[in-house]
């Protein structure tokens, strides 16, 4: 069955434009002009991956993702905004945006950052569906982590990020390395992000994370997960 990809955006010639080029891709769509009714559509129907605009009636595109990442939905989300300031973009990536386009855009822009974000969910292999680590148990296939038998709930960026480090344990990974490949552009070399989601792998998984024992900052380099 074709992906799905829901569309939201309160300017029509925007949608057309998005809806015409993933069509042509292979993309099966589903647009929406309205913040609420994109809630209302993201709680009730199965979407494998949603383009939303910042600025929305009703509800803004940062606080219909807030909504529904803390309602445990990891969908993957595209931000696109009109504005090309440094902040508006880290907002959406600090509430669970896994990346942002910057209007005007090509659609062929938009269809590789598509593509990108979706390569980079963890797909099942049938051999390295579980990671186990120090009381850490990850389960690839269903999204699940677990410490010491109890569940953890996880955004679908620190989720990745969390597969992303256990894949190389023990192995020091540069800031700027994870954010290529987590993120899959350059932040004007800016790693806050970075930071920002390693502090929340920490507040889920170390006993103390004023004082990590399990994913240490390596100075002067980045980060590494102890094994």
Known sequence: ??????IVD????????????LQQTGYRTQVVHDGEEALDQLNNQHFDLAVLDLMLPNKSG???CEMIRNQGNNIPI?????????????KGLNVGADDYVTKP???KELIARVDAVLRRIP??????DLIKFRGIEINTQYYEVFK????IEFTRKEFELLVYMAKQINKPIKRDTILKDIWDFEYVGDT???????????????????????????RGVGYKIEG
């Open 1 to 6: 069955m074709a992906t799905k990809v829901l």
């Open 10 to 21: 309160d300017e029509e010639s925007i949608t057309t434009l998005i809806d015409y080029h």
């Open 62 to 64: 940062l606080e219909i």
């Open 78 to 90: 595209i931000m696109l905004t009109a504005k090309g300031e440094e902040e508006d973009k880290i």
């Open 105 to 107: 855009f090509s659609p």
């Open 123 to 128: 797909r099942s292999d049938n051999e390295s």
């Open 148 to 151: 010491n038998g109890k569940s």
């Open 192 to 218: 806050r992000i970075v930071d920002v989601h390693i502090s929340h792998l920490r507040e889920k998984l170390e006993d103390d994370p004023k004082k990590p024992t399990l994913i240490k900052t390596v």
